[in-house]
């Protein structure tokens, strides 16, 4: 994986970073567009959907950094990367760190809440991929309450994301932003190794 440590380890395929960025304007196309213009919002919605799923497939076959098993810790091991981000003294982590495995998953939970939740709005109307399951007969006014409060939560953890991927990316001297364009990071002779994932 590595060939010249100055050039980089090459830790993100191409397809997490199209996921990834592909993820961010479907999102946002959806929740921008919720009120005035239904069906753009209703077809990103089903974008988003679609991207979740082939991520969850990706986080089993995937590339060694992309897989679930890569960066899903116990909550114990999250919380002390925490408390280690805290006093700005944190292990780096050639994926994802404890912290942003835990907000892969809480995005992926309520990214799949509100696809979930949208559908079962439009199944309730004979439309869409749930139309005639047990979803359509869900009540529209409280499934819309919770496809709005996971929408609204999702807002929250892309901005938390946002906020400690720059944090991350202050204590680790990496621009991680731009590795998940070009799918390099910088090398560093204390990454904790992909061997000692699980640990």
């Not at 060939?3 to 830790?11: E, Q």
């Not at 996921?19 to 919720?34: D, Q, R």
């Not at 907000?103 to 799949?112: C, E, G, K, Q, Y």
């Not at 007969?137 to 994301?161: G, K, P, R, S, Y």
Request: aromatic share 14%; net charge negative.
């Amino acid at each position: 994986m590595i060939a010249h440590p100055s050039d980089g380890i090459r830790v993100w395929d191409p397809l997490v970073r199209v996921f990834h960025w592909s993820l961010v304007v479907f999102f946002f196309a959806a929740y921008l567009t919720e009120d005035d213009f239904l069906t753009v919002h209703v077809w990103a919605g089903y974008t988003v959907a679609l991207l979740v799923a082939f991520r969850l497939v990706w986080g089993v076959i995937g590339s060694p950094y992309a897989r679930f098993t890569a960066f899903v810790r116990s909550p114990s091991a999250v919380a002390a990367y925490l408390r280690d981000m805290l006093r700005f003294n944190v292990p780096h982590y050639l994926g994802h760190n404890p912290a942003a495995g835990a907000m892969v998953i809480a995005l992926l939970v309520s990214l799949i809440l509100v696809s979930v939740s949208g559908m079962s709005i439009i199944a309730s109307e004979g439309q869409g991929p749930l139309a005639g399951t047990f979803f359509a007969a869900l009540d529209a006014e409280w499934m819309e309450e919770i496809h709005e409060f996971f929408a609204n939560l999702t807002l929250l953890l892309v901005f938390l994301h946002v906020a400690g991927v720059l944090f991350s990316s202050m204590l680790e001297g990496q621009n991680l932003p731009r590795a998940m364009i070009t799918g390099i990071k910088k090398y560093r002779d204390d990454y904790v190794d992909l061997e000692r994932r699980n640990k």
